[in-house]
């Protein structure tokens, strides 16, 4: 999705239909760090402040504007107040999950 540089992005995240977060895939195999060239490229692209890497083993979180990176154990919550505060608060752990605050992975087409 959202064509860069003639590749897209594996997942980005929406809420209430704005983009918020890139997420790039690798394999099981691969090194949790090996996508986050790609996840920082396209969130630069796409505008968006968060990106994440994940190799379906862990998922490293970078805030583009702070330039903190952390590996999490769970994606946060959408919600933009909440995640401004995890931010700040200099965690990058994920909240309890609400029924009401669910992203939309929108993924790239195979």
């Known amino acids: 999705m959202d064509d860069v540089a003639g590749r897209s992005a594996d997942y980005v995240l929406e809420y209430r239909n704005t983009k918020l977060a890139v997420v790039e895939a ?3 195999d691969q090194l949790l ?4 060239g790609q996840a920082k490229d396209y969130a630069s692209k ?14 490293c979180a970078i805030d583009m504007q702070s330039g903190a990176e952390a590996e999490i154990a ?10 401004s505060a995890q931010v700040h608060s200099g965690s990058m752990a994920r909240p309890s ?3 009401a605050r669910r992203w939309v992975w ?3 087409c195979v």
């Open 33 to 36: 760090t090996e996508g986050i």
């Open 26 to 28: 690798k394999a099981w």
């Open 74 to 83: 769970s994606y946060p919550t959408p919600t933009p107040a909440r995640r």
């Open 46 to 59: 796409l505008a968006v402040r968060f990106t994440y890497a994940s190799n379906g083993q862990g998922i």
């Open 106 to 108: 929108r993924s790239r």
């Open 97 to 99: 999950p609400s029924p």
